[in-house]
């Protein structure tokens, strides 16, 4: 039985990827890192886990563990990153029924500043960023924790190989969403439980679990 729903943010919630892909370009000429400008380059960092492929790219890790830069940028550009289509209506449906929580790379700040622009901030039981651990399958236990619930009583919401790889990891089911940053061959590759293609089919899968 289905009791809680974890959201991944960029790509779930936040259409993120132009935006993060633009200060993505800034950073690697900041910091003379010769890579691919490519968005497809860009896309291909979330086959795996992030943070350690930007250490190997060549970012200082103290840079990605408190990045004011990357923070100060974002939120004065927040009003770039748009909610999808039909996510409020289905956290509107979800947060009375279940424990929602949003695990993401990204950061407090960042994170608060949108879910106030768009009003979903009342809508989450728990929000775990970079800022609480760097690493998103220690995230999920501490919500497990912090929740008392078992790993077949949640399910996870993501849209990369790695989101995949990580519930796989953590014995987590997962529904893979292909209006984020991979598409929907890239991700039926990877076998996730689930694949939704709009945000209605995630009450759906969740329904037909339970049921």
Known sequence: ?????????????????????KLFLEDIKHHKIKVPRSMKFYKSLYNSNLFKNLLKLGFPREVLENDTSYKDRYIKQIRQTKLFPGIKSLLETIHNKYKIA????????????FNKLYRIHNLFDS??????????????RIFLQKF????????????????????????????????GYHERP??????????????KDILKIISKVNS
């Not at 949003?102 to 500043?113: C, L």
């Not at 929000?127 to 999920?140: G, N, P």
Request: aromatic share 8%; charged share 30%; net charge neutral.
């Open 1 to 21: 039985m289905i009791k809680a729903v974890i959201f991944d943010w960029n790509g779930v919630i936040a259409d993120s990827l132009k935006l993060d892909h």
């Open 102 to 113: 949003i695990i993401t790379s990204n950061y407090n700040v960042t994170v608060d500043a």
């Open 127 to 140: 929000v775990l960023t970079a800022d609480s651990h760097r690493y998103k399958e220690e995230k999920i």
């Open 148 to 179: 008392s619930l078992q790993k077949d009583e949640v399910i996870f919401i993501g849209d990369t190989l790695a989101d995949i790889e990580i519930c796989k990891k953590s014995g987590l089911k997962i529904i893979a969403v292909t209006w």
């Open 186 to 199: 890239r991700l039926k590759k990877a076998k996730p439980d689930f694949v939704a293609d709009k945000p």
